[in-house]
């Protein structure tokens, strides 16, 4: 793990205090996201604004959600540290090196091939060993084994959405956004002997739908 300045290290508490403010309780995740810096995970001519909470291009015509909403979404999720978490959008590897403090074995699939060695290079040099980033489909590839604990899909999803629960374990849970009467709203589905159980958390707004399919090199 990268040792941080003074500075960095007071910049990143009062970025987590924010986050607090607008309503993060879980500790754990609060814990997670004041020893991870957002800048190391983007472009260096974004690492002066990378502690804002704003959506932040990271190529290829994509963009890194606010910390916000990473944060919403990981909380959700309510990752312990034996859990093995699938995460399905690695983007930039910042909410990838977040899981990886809090769960046991995380595997990260990027559509695109240049995000996920990008993504992959900076969780080595960060020091997360836990951590395995895959090009990979999400939707439709069978790339790795279940089932997980936890799997989090950073974007918009139509429930049930069987081509994401099927990942799941017995009282597993799968956390994505739904939009319900125009506004985004996370989603929790816990796999139960029921069936799957619907629970709504807060409201996000920069979050677009699943694409299937690989994307090609940058």
Not at 30 to 53: C, G, H, K, N, V
Not at 88 to 115: D, H, K
Not at 154 to 180: F, K, N, Q, S, Y
Request: charged content about 25%.
């Amino acid at each position: 793990m990268l040792a941080a300045t003074d500075r960095e290290a007071r910049d990143r508490a009062q970025f987590v205090l924010r986050l607090r403010q607008r309503g993060l309780s879980d500790l754990r995740v609060l814990r997670a996201l004041e020893r991870t810096p957002r800048s190391f995970f983007m472009a260096q001519r974004y690492a002066d604004i990378a502690a804002r909470d704003i959506a932040l291009p990271i190529g290829g015509g994509q963009t890194a959600p606010p910390p916000s909403t990473v944060a919403l979404l990981i909380e959700a999720l309510g990752v312990q540290s034996h859990h093995r978490v699938l995460e399905i959008g690695a983007g930039s590897g910042f909410a990838t090196a977040l899981l990886a403090a809090l769960g046991g074995e995380v595997v990260a699939l990027e559509r695109s091939p240049t995000l996920a060695a990008e993504a992959a290079a900076r969780l080595d040099a960060f020091g997360a060993k836990n951590v395995r980033v895959l090009h990979a489909d999400g939707l439709a590839s069978d790339v790795v084994e279940g089932p997980f604990d936890r799997v989090l899909v950073h974007a918009l999803i139509e429930p049930p959405a069987p081509r994401l629960t099927r990942w799941l374990g017995e009282d597993g849970a799968l956390v994505a956004a739904l939009v319900d009467e125009d506004v985004q709203r996370v989603v929790r589905l816990v796999a139960t002997p029921e069936g799957l159980r619907a629970e709504a958390f807060g409201v996000v707004r920069t979050l677009t739908p699943l694409a299937p399919g690989l994307m090609r090199a940058l």
